[in-house]
Nanobody
Protein backbone atom coordinates (compact mmCIF):
# COMPACT_ATOMS: atom_id res chain seq x y z
CA UNK A 1 0.00 0.00 0.00
CA UNK A 2 1.12 3.56 -0.78
CA UNK A 3 -0.05 6.85 0.73
CA UNK A 4 0.26 10.23 -0.98
CA UNK A 5 -0.23 13.64 0.64
CA UNK A 6 -0.11 16.79 -1.47
CA UNK A 7 0.55 20.30 -0.27
CA UNK A 8 1.54 23.66 -1.67
CA UNK A 9 -1.54 24.76 -3.57
CA UNK A 10 -3.00 28.22 -3.26
CA UNK A 11 -3.98 31.42 -4.99
CA UNK A 12 -1.44 33.16 -7.21
CA UNK A 13 -1.54 35.90 -9.80
CA UNK A 14 -0.93 35.21 -13.46
CA UNK A 15 2.78 34.97 -14.09
CA UNK A 16 3.48 33.76 -10.59
CA UNK A 17 4.89 30.50 -9.29
CA UNK A 18 3.93 27.72 -6.93
CA UNK A 19 5.62 24.52 -5.86
CA UNK A 20 3.50 21.50 -5.09
CA UNK A 21 4.81 18.73 -2.87
CA UNK A 22 3.70 15.13 -2.59
CA UNK A 23 4.91 13.15 0.39
CA UNK A 24 5.04 9.44 -0.39
CA UNK A 25 4.87 6.73 2.26
CA UNK A 26 4.22 3.02 2.48
CA UNK A 27 5.73 0.30 0.33
CA UNK A 28 7.70 2.40 -2.13
CA UNK A 29 9.04 -0.67 -3.94
CA UNK A 30 5.56 -1.04 -5.45
CA UNK A 31 5.94 2.22 -7.39
CA UNK A 32 7.13 2.34 -11.01
CA UNK A 33 5.99 5.80 -12.08
CA UNK A 34 4.91 8.99 -10.31
CA UNK A 35 2.69 11.59 -11.87
CA UNK A 36 0.91 14.87 -11.40
CA UNK A 37 -2.61 15.25 -12.76
CA UNK A 38 -5.07 18.11 -12.69
CA UNK A 39 -8.79 18.52 -13.04
CA UNK A 40 -10.39 21.84 -13.84
CA UNK A 41 -14.10 22.48 -13.22
CA UNK A 42 -16.22 20.76 -15.83
CA UNK A 43 -13.24 19.04 -17.42
CA UNK A 44 -11.74 15.58 -17.30
CA UNK A 45 -8.68 14.86 -15.23
CA UNK A 46 -5.55 15.20 -17.33
CA UNK A 47 -1.93 14.20 -16.96
CA UNK A 48 0.43 17.12 -16.37
CA UNK A 49 3.78 15.47 -15.78
CA UNK A 50 5.27 12.12 -14.89
CA UNK A 51 8.54 10.60 -13.80
CA UNK A 52 9.64 6.99 -14.01
CA UNK A 53 11.56 5.24 -11.26
CA UNK A 54 14.71 5.74 -13.37
CA UNK A 55 14.15 9.51 -13.30
CA UNK A 56 12.90 10.08 -16.82
CA UNK A 57 10.29 12.84 -16.89
CA UNK A 58 7.57 13.71 -19.36
CA UNK A 59 5.27 16.72 -19.64
CA UNK A 60 2.07 17.59 -21.40
CA UNK A 61 2.63 20.19 -24.13
CA UNK A 62 0.81 23.01 -22.36
CA UNK A 63 3.24 23.03 -19.41
CA UNK A 64 6.54 22.27 -21.14
CA UNK A 65 9.12 24.88 -20.26
CA UNK A 66 7.04 26.16 -17.34
CA UNK A 67 6.63 23.17 -15.00
CA UNK A 68 9.36 20.96 -13.59
CA UNK A 69 8.93 17.59 -11.94
CA UNK A 70 11.58 16.72 -9.38
CA UNK A 71 12.09 14.32 -6.50
CA UNK A 72 13.99 14.08 -3.24
CA UNK A 73 14.56 10.42 -2.53
CA UNK A 74 15.89 11.12 0.96
CA UNK A 75 12.61 12.79 1.88
CA UNK A 76 10.40 10.45 -0.19
CA UNK A 77 8.84 13.52 -1.73
CA UNK A 78 8.15 14.59 -5.28
CA UNK A 79 7.60 18.15 -6.40
CA UNK A 80 5.99 20.07 -9.19
CA UNK A 81 7.53 23.50 -9.66
CA UNK A 82 5.09 25.64 -11.61
CA UNK A 83 6.31 28.89 -13.12
CA UNK A 84 4.69 31.45 -15.42
CA UNK A 85 1.27 30.34 -14.27
CA UNK A 86 -1.77 31.34 -16.29
CA UNK A 87 -5.48 31.20 -15.43
CA UNK A 88 -5.83 28.07 -17.57
CA UNK A 89 -3.66 26.26 -15.01
CA UNK A 90 -6.40 26.65 -12.40
CA UNK A 91 -7.41 23.18 -11.24
CA UNK A 92 -7.21 20.67 -8.46
CA UNK A 93 -3.83 18.99 -8.73
CA UNK A 94 -3.40 15.36 -7.78
CA UNK A 95 -0.34 13.28 -7.09
CA UNK A 96 -0.43 9.73 -8.49
CA UNK A 97 1.70 6.64 -8.06
CA UNK A 98 1.47 3.54 -10.22
CA UNK A 99 3.10 0.17 -10.08
CA UNK A 100 1.51 -2.86 -8.52
CA UNK A 101 -1.44 -0.58 -7.80
CA UNK A 102 -2.79 2.87 -8.65
CA UNK A 103 -2.75 5.35 -5.78
CA UNK A 104 -3.97 8.95 -5.56
CA UNK A 105 -3.55 11.82 -3.16
CA UNK A 106 -6.43 13.94 -1.93
CA UNK A 107 -5.64 16.84 -4.27
CA UNK A 108 -4.64 20.45 -3.73
CA UNK A 109 -6.33 23.46 -5.25
CA UNK A 110 -4.36 25.82 -7.49
CA UNK A 111 -6.06 29.04 -8.51
CA UNK A 112 -4.43 31.51 -10.89
CA UNK A 113 -6.03 34.92 -11.10
CA UNK A 114 -5.76 37.13 -14.18
Amino acid sequence: QVQLVESGGGLVQSGGSLRLSCAVSGNLFNIRIMGWYRQAPGKQRESVASMTSSGRSNYTDSVKGRFTFSRDTDKNTVYLQMNSLVPEDTAVYYCNARGTGDWWGQGTQVTVSS
